[in-house]
């Protein structure tokens, strides 16, 4: 089944620390993206990359960073300059290449709290 | 900076009941997508409208594009258990860039 994949599922942060959640796709989508959703809250854009070795920050980029060496995967990397890193973490990928039609597929998520 | 503004932010309703959230733009939108986001859940996709004055339905959902292509409705008839959820719109740009509105969170009283 072609899909998105996230992990962990739960992820403890302690204070001064990096930490890095993975996101893989099989789905040979061109774009990728980054959420962060705190609770009873909407989807805020952290990154995107429409297409490998690409990226651009979303509206909340501060404290995260990203990278995109393949096409199948856009690890975020929570750093320690994101002072309120506790929040649910979604990945999402679409076609891409500009077209109006595509629908985000999302991950299950990552749940990140600190310790 | 462009936004795609929600209401209402919550609604509880009673099994059986009409249910219906809007999304409101400033400026023209290109299109709009609908998702659903159960609880605990990731948000799934729904549908796409993009023509002005668009209707489509699934089953007991009634989705609709304004004629100015600033706002879109979604609509559900008799609502069930399993409506619950959060939904949300967005609008996807040229740049493969995404905005969803907050969402509207729906509660079912049994």
């Known amino acids: 089944d072609g899909g998105i994949t996230q992990s962990p599922k739960y992820l403890f942060r302690k204070e001064g620390q990096n930490v890095t959640l993975s996101c893989e796709q099989n789905?040979?989508?061109?774009?990728m993206y980054w959420y962060r959703q705190d609770p009873g809250q909407g989807l805020r854009l952290i990154y995107y990359?429409?297409?490998?070795?690409?990226?651009q920050k979303g509206d909340i980029a501060e404290g995260y960073s990203v990278s995109r060496e393949k096409k199948e995967s856009f690890p975020l990397t929570v750093t320690s300059a994101q002072k309120n890193p506790t929040a649910f973490y979604l990945c999402?990928?679409?076609?891409?290449?500009?077209?109006?039609?595509?629908?985000?597929?999302f991950g299950d998520g990552t749940r990140l709290s600190i310790l | 900076g462009q936004q795609v503004m929600q209401i209402p932010q919550y609604q509880h309703v009673q099994e059986g009941e009409d249910f219906t959230t809007y999304c409101n733009s400033s400026?023209?939108?290109?299109?709009i997508q609908w998702y659903k986001q159960r609880p605990g859940g990731h948000p799934v996709f729904l549908i796409q409208l993009v023509k002005s004055g668009e209707v489509k339905k699934q089953k007991r959902l009634t989705f609709q594009f304004g004629e100015a292509k600033k706002n879109s409705s979604l609509h559900i008839t008799a609502t069930q258990t399993t409506d619950v959820g959060t939904y949300f719109c967005a609008e996807m740009n040229r740049d493969d860039k995404i905005i969803f509105g907050k969402g509207t969170r729906l509660h079912i009283l049994p």
């Open positions: 990359s429409q297409i490998v070795n690409d990226f």
């Open positions: 999402a990928s679409s076609i891409g290449g500009g077209s109006s039609n595509q629908p985000q597929h």
């Open positions: 789905l040979n989508h061109d774009a």
């Open positions: 400026t023209t939108l290109s299109n």
